[in-house]
């Protein structure tokens, strides 16, 4: 049996022009090289000239509006925005500050408020001072903390004062194991 080979006559790129093979991979890298060349230098001069431009108008724009801004209020920005920033890292760190937050903001009246807070998570004890509007409200605030099942026992009451139409208050809430690990 004959090799394919010798079937062909012995040319196996027969209908192939093998001669002209380089010069045509040479004129299309050719073509591929200038294009790319041609869009470089566009980028280069032309678009990098349309940037610097644009960027120009804008420092002009942002001079024009910090001229209308007074120094101290643009200090005032900073120091504001800098603390949004450092008050977010700290809680975003402090997960279980956040989250008591939100416990007690679900067990407290509309008509209540703190002042202070202190949790002692090793004791699961919360210590608790502020306001209510009337003697009632602050009564209907513990009853609620005593009805609620992640505290273990009735809210003691350390200290009570009456100014101005409003109750101060001072109270101990002790919370149940339970709670203390959902936070």
Known sequence: MASPTQ????????GIDTAGLPWRILLFSGIVFG????????FRFGYESYLDSRSETLDQKIQELASQISQED???????????????TVLEKHQFIVKSFDFLDKYTLPTVYYS???????DRVIELSGGAKSMDDFIEQLAVFDAAPEFDEKAI???VQFSNQ?????????MSADAL???
């Open 7 to 14: 079937q062909n006559g012995g040319d196996v790129f027969r």
């Open 35 to 42: 294009l790319s060349l041609f869009i470089y230098f566009g």
């Open 74 to 88: 643009q200090q005032n920005l900073i120091s504001f925005y800098s603390q949004l920033v450092n008050l977010r």
């Open 116 to 122: 202070g807070a202190k949790i002692m998570g090793v």
């Open 157 to 159: 009451v350390e200290n």
């Open 166 to 174: 409003e109750v101060g208050f001072s109270i101990i809430l002790h």
């Open 181 to 183: 690990k959902k936070l």
